[in-house]
């Protein structure tokens, strides 16, 4: 994780949208060590934010592959909790 970004840190609106985005399956990931995200066959335009749901394992490729190739992106049991303590505390 980069300097200033606490695990415990609350998701931007904009994180729930695209974590909420991948549980329904819109979402693909780039294979890398810093992947980027793209929705609906589009580039995601925040791959700062990309990048953050990543490192905190939120989001995962559905399976392994080439490093630069693109895959489905997974939402963890982690990423759900999220979305879930966010829907619970509406």
């Known amino acids: 994780m980069s300097p200033g970004t606490c695990q415990d840190e609350a998701l931007s609106r904009r994180a729930l949208a695209m974590l909420r985005a991948a549980a329904t399956g819109r979402a ?52 759900m909790a999220a979305l879930e303590s966010v829907r619970d505390a509406a």
């Open 28 to 79: 693909e990931m780039v294979l890398s060590s810093e992947p980027d995200m793209f929705f609906d066959g589009l580039p995601c335009c925040d791959q700062y934010t990309a990048h953050l749901l990543a490192r905190r394992a939120l989001v995962a490729p559905a399976r392994p592959g080439r490093v630069g190739q693109r895959v489905r992106a997974l939402v963890t049991s982690a990423g």
